[in-house]
């Protein structure tokens, strides 16, 4: 049996999008890998199905699993990729806002243009088992380094280091170090932040089960809510990735954190090695 697919990307993080709304996803952890794959097949950081909601308060729900298989809770890229399908489906119009429903449950997206989106992304935790993490010291052994970290969930897990220069040369070998570190229990996404300006931040990530990303739109929220709890930066910030810049605005505690940003469609494509 073939499988159809819309490929798709927010600022360089890139998707396979399935359309599960009349039959339901039933892919194995081998064939998503397989689909995954950048040289035998289609190659993605995330896979997204779009299905019928599990909330009545919710116009659909998504799924979204890593190029390894693995399942995630959320993918601030990925929702807005999601909402810009469901635009192009004729489910969602232009102007309008929904709740659409992920596994770390119900988020809003407000549709700004065909290829722009909004996000209303949750109040971000700080709570160290939100994200799975021991929570006894913020300084982890990276190798022989001992590195500072933030820790804030927003539905899934980030670990934040704040660096005079992303361009670090010790960077690539801390961020899957990071990814896997022990004191993390399910793993963690690791952001990489240098504050350019009061309102300006560039970023680089190393994600759990795809590792590293032109772009990651939870880690840019990650990123922000931290150096903001940290009064490093104002309430609305840029954040530039190696794939493109995103806006996040979070006036703080007590309040949602909102991430806009383009969606953009590549091809639509059929797998047939399935």
Request: charged fraction near 20%; glycine fraction near 12%; proline fraction near 5%.
């Amino acid at each position: 049996m073939s499988l159809r697919f819309s490929k798709m990307h927010g600022i360089g993080n890139d998707f396979v999008v399935l359309d599960c709304r009349q039959q339901r996803f039933a892919l194995s952890e081998a064939q998503i890998r397989a689909i995954a794959d950048r040289r035998t097949g289609v190659g993605f950081d995330q896979l997204l199905s779009v299905e019928p909601a599990r909330d009545p308060s919710c116009a659909f729900y998504y799924g979204i699993w890593n190029a390894d298989g693995s399942a995630t809770g959320q993918c601030g890229n990925g929702v807005r990729c999601v909402a810009a399908w469901l635009h192009r489906a004729g489910a969602l119009a232009i102007g309008d806002t929904v709740r659409l429903e992920s596994p770390s449950g119900p988020v809003a997206v407000k549709l700004l243009a065909a290829d722009r989106v909004a996000v209303d992304m949750g109040e971000p935790d700080f709570a160290p088992a939100a994200s799975g993490f021991d929570g006894s010291d913020h300084r982890l052994g990276l190798g022989s380094d001992r590195v500072e970290i933030g820790v804030v969930s927003m539905g899934n897990p980030h670990a934040v280091v704040h660096l005079a220069d992303v361009a670090d040369p010790s960077v690539p070998a801390w961020g899957p170090a990071l990814t896997s570190h022990p004191r993390f229990a399910h793993g963690v996404n690791a952001g990489f932040v240098q504050k350019l300006t009061h309102d300006h931040l560039r970023l680089k990530v190393h994600e759990r089960g795809s590792g590293w990303t032109l772009a990651c739109g939870t880690g840019a929220c990650a990123a922000m809510a931290v150096l903001r709890q940290r009064g490093e930066v104002g309430q609305s910030v840029q954040v530039d990735l190696p794939g493109g810049t995103l806006q996040i605005d979070w006036t703080g505690p007590g309040h949602p954190l909102w991430m806009t940003g383009p969606a953009a469609f590549v091809y639509e494509g059929e797998w047939l090695n399935h």
